[in-house]
């Protein structure tokens, strides 16, 4: 939501820019003693391609998302015991990223072991304790793509 915004933003910006450069007098110039057109247009241009890089971020975080949403969803499910937990020592959104090492059992499958490096929400961080059940679910497509289905947990 942040990228199209200041996509937004940077896109406005950028049509003025080029507006001010093509209604500017050609004889101007700026402090430095260039074409102040110029100036202008180049600043358009750059904060046009701005604009385009957070849109097209924005994109791809959409259909990452919607990827997940699928996966949560659509995809295999099954039960995870904690082995060990350590933590990594980074804090995201107030909750500690850890390193899970799981011993996963899948419906139809055989049970695997898999470690994965997630961002634990605050309200499971009590929870997670070696010997704790976690709620998974995997990506149909690949199946060494495993997620902490964090609601059903």
């Known amino acids: 939501m942040v990228a199209i915004f200041l996509g937004f933003v940077f896109g406005v910006m950028g ?3 080029i507006v ?3 209604t500017v007098s050609p004889t101007s110039l700026t ?4 074409p102040l057109d110029s100036f202008l247009n180049w600043s358009g241009a750059t904060t046009l391609l701005s604009a385009a890089a957070c849109l097209f971020e924005a994109r791809s975080s959409f259909r990452q998302s919607a990827n997940l949403r699928e996966i949560m969803n659509n995809g295999p499910q099954g039960r995870a015991i904690i082995s060990s937990i350590s933590d990594t020592g980074l804090i995201v959104n107030e909750g500690p990223r850890v390193r899970l090492h799981l011993v996963v059992s899948m419906e139809n499958r055989a049970t695997f072991e898999r470690t994965l490096t997630v961002n634990v929400p605050l309200a499971y961080v009590g929870r997670l304790t070696p010997g704790a059940s976690v709620a998974v679910r995997a990506n149909p497509k690949d199946s060494r793509e495993l997620y902490i289905a964090w609601g059903k947990s």
């Open 15 to 17: 049509i003025g820019f």
């Open 20 to 22: 001010a450069g093509a």
């Open 31 to 34: 402090d430095d003693g260039l």
